[in-house]
């Protein structure tokens, strides 16, 4: 775990419903604020088209691109907001998720998830977009 974000889930709150903490406080730094990704090669050409299992690992490792040039990683990560197309993409994208979640957050501390289901996003082959929230060195 990032000895500058502390994930916590205080014991008046319900428990998480998933991979998630309630809060994440985070210790001096600068904040960015990381436009939603979607799923999107080097070249710009959508992967996994109307396959939100295959899209979600693409969003969050353009999300680890990002940050890798931010000179930060995940674990510096504080909030991540998620909007997946339709109600049928739900378990698909839980199980991606999981899967990837093991990669990026090893130690099995998550940052603050918000999850929307929407009914489209700005081109309809696209499943997910994800917006994050990071805290970078001062």
């Known amino acids: 775990m990032s000895k500058t ?11 998480p419903l998933g991979l998630y903490s309630h809060v994440a406080i985070a210790e001096p730094g600068r904040l960015a604020f990381i436009a939603g990704q979607v799923a999107v090669d080097a070249q710009g050409e959508i992967v996994g088209p109307h ?56 130690e099995g501390s998550y940052p603050t998830n918000t999850l ?6 700005a081109r309809p082959e696209l499943m997910i977009e994800v917006s994050a929230v990071a805290r970078l060195p001062a």
């Open 116 to 121: 929307l289901i929407i009914s489209g996003l």
């Open 51 to 106: 396959d939100v299992a295959a899209q979600t690992p693409v969003v969050l490792d353009n999300i680890g691109l990002i940050l890798k040039d931010l000179g930060v990683g995940f674990s510096e990560v504080l909030a991540l907001t998620t909007y997946i197309v339709g109600p049928e993409s739900r378990e698909p994208w839980l199980a991606a998720r999981t899967e990837t979640y093991g990669r990026l957050f090893p």
């Open 5 to 15: 974000v502390t994930y916590l889930d205080p014991p008046g709150a319900p428990a």
